[in-house]
Nanobody, 111 residues
Framework: VQLVESGGGLVQAGGSLRLSCAAF????????MAWYRQVPGNQRELVAT???????NYVGSVKGRFTISRDNAKSTGYLQMNSLKPEDTGIYYC??????WGQGTQVTVSS
């Protein structure tokens, strides 16, 4: 197992969650990391990326609400999600170059 996502759950609209991605690979600190989400029946959607030196990028629908970060010393990435909306519901995955998809973590936002 190379990547383990956690932190998902059920939250009301307007609430917050913090997702974690524990990476069991030796080169975490040197690679870009990304968070994707997927709704059943749809393709995975890129949500946010962060480079090895902390440059971030977000899909437009989450800008200003989500914050991607990383702790290279712990080989762990994070996705802080605030002001959650029902359309943020899905399974969230992290990924780095050369890794496969993990099991993901389910986020459900109720209206």
């Amino acid at each position: 197992v190379q990547l383990v996502e956690s932190g998902g759950g059920l939250v009301q609209a307007g609430g917050s969650l913090r997702l974690s991605c524990a990476a069991f690979i030796a080169i975490f600190s040197r690679n870009v990391m990304a968070w994707y989400r997927q709704v059943p029946g749809n393709q995975r959607e890129l949500v946010a990326t962060i480079t090895s030196d902390g440059i971030t990028n977000y899909v437009g629908s989450v800008k200003g609400r989500f914050t991607i970060s990383r702790d290279n010393a712990k080989s762990t990435g994070y996705l802080q999600m605030n002001s959650l909306k029902p359309e943020d519901t899905g399974i969230y995955y992290c990924i780095l170059p050369g890794t496969g998809w993990g099991q993901g973590t389910q986020v459900t936002v109720s209206s």
